[in-house]
Nanobody, 127 residues
């Protein structure tokens, strides 16, 4: 079983930056694909970014078009942690951000593809 603990959300002005952290506990963390989703009030949960399971060839990252060039997902080297660095934040980025894990090691842009979820952390971007 995987437990995900998120941190780093908060209030930031437009143009600012935040770094979200997702600490994963459990075995075989490197075998999981990890992702970030977000959900604004009245909207469906939206794919933000994903990072594939670690293999001999490394891993790959994937991003929604709305965040390409602004957000970066990464894995920590010393800890079982996944980050989402968010730069050039816009008011439209305001949402609850969720960390998710897929034990298959594959990535996907649908919430149904992921087995484990964090509790979510609020990100609010003001003008």
């Amino acid at each position: 079983q995987v437990q995900l603990v998120e941190s780093g959300g908060g209030l930031v002005q437009a143009g600012g930056s935040l770094r979200l952290s997702c600490a994963a506990s459990g075995r075989a963390f490197s075998s999981y694909a990890m992702a970030w989703f977000r959900q604004a009030p009245g909207k469906e949960r939206e794919f933000v970014a994903a990072i594939t399971a670690i293999s001999w060839s490394g891993y790959s990252t994937y991003y929604a078009d709305s965040v390409k060039g602004r957000f970066a997902i990464s894995r920590g080297n010393a800890k079982n942690t996944v980050y989402l660095q968010m730069n050039s934040l816009k008011p439209e980025d305001t949402a609850v951000y969720y960390c998710a894990a897929d034990s298959s090691g594959y990535y996907g842009d649908s919430p149904t593809e992921y087995d484990y979820w964090g509790q979510g952390t609020q990100v609010t971007v003001s003008l």
